[in-house]
């Protein structure tokens, strides 16, 4: 051995991620998974979405096939516009608007003090919260919730 090299820690530190970087730019890079769809393709995928807001990927996906466009149903809603819609009502704010059409029904059994069970009928009108009709029988059958369904909305 005729020379001897002195290498400090930080020189290597220092070159350390520059060789990383000179190692990976010299790879060729090659293009992994399905290639993209043409500019032109997109463009009317966008356009169509824009349009129509409300028409889904399976309507536009539809249309394009009639037009000799093959596109996955899959990558044409990547490309679509994505349009902000207007929050749905709550819960609640639907049960306020819709009270005078709904009604509650609700079939319980109690027991008597001699063991036997009765079987209770009750409808509950929401947009008058008032009782609407009730029905007690010891044994229910079709026929009889079917006859107390039309007592209490004739």
Same mark, same amino acid.
Request: glycine residues 6%.
């Given at each position: 051995? $005729?020379?001897?090299?002195?290498?400090?820690? +930080? *020189?290597?530190?220092?070159?350390?991620? /520059?060789?990383?970087?000179?190692?990976?730019?010299?790879?060729?890079?090659?293009?992994?998974?399905?290639?993209?769809?043409? *500019? $032109? =393709?997109? $463009?009317?995928?966008?356009?169509?979405?824009?349009?129509?807001?409300?028409?889904?990927?399976?309507?536009?996906? +539809?249309?394009?096939?009639?037009?000799? =466009?093959? &596109?996955?149903?899959?990558?044409?809603?990547?490309? #679509?516009?994505? *349009?902000?819609?207007?929050?749905?009502?709550? /819960?609640?704010?639907?049960?306020?608007?819709?009270?005078?059409?709904?009604?509650?029904? $609700?079939?319980?059994?109690?027991?008597?003090?001699?063991?036997? #069970?009765?079987?209770?009928? &009750?409808?509950?009108?929401? +947009?008058?919260?008032?009782? &609407?009709? &009730?029905?007690? *029988?010891?044994?229910?059958?079709?026929?009889?919730?079917?006859?107390?369904?039309?007592?209490?909305?004739?």
């Amino acid at each position: 051995m $005729d020379s001897i090299a002195v290498i400090q820690p +930080g *020189t290597i530190v220092r070159s350390h991620p /520059r060789r990383f970087w000179v190692l990976w730019r010299s790879k060729p890079r090659r293009h992994v998974g399905r290639p993209g769809i043409v *500019t $032109d =393709i997109r $463009d009317l995928i966008r356009e169509i979405s824009r349009a129509n807001p409300l028409l889904g990927a399976p309507r536009i996906h +539809g249309e394009l096939l009639k037009l000799g =466009i093959d &596109v996955a149903q899959s990558t044409l809603a990547k490309y #679509m516009l994505r *349009t902000r819609r207007p929050p749905s009502q709550s /819960r609640r704010t639907f049960l306020s608007n819709h009270a005078e059409a709904i009604a509650s029904i $609700d079939l319980f059994v109690v027991p008597t003090i001699a063991f036997r #069970m009765l079987f209770g009928f &009750v409808f509950l009108h929401h +947009g008058q919260r008032q009782l &609407v009709h &009730v029905g007690v *029988t010891a044994r229910p059958t079709a026929e009889w919730i079917a006859h107390q369904i039309s007592e209490a909305f004739p």
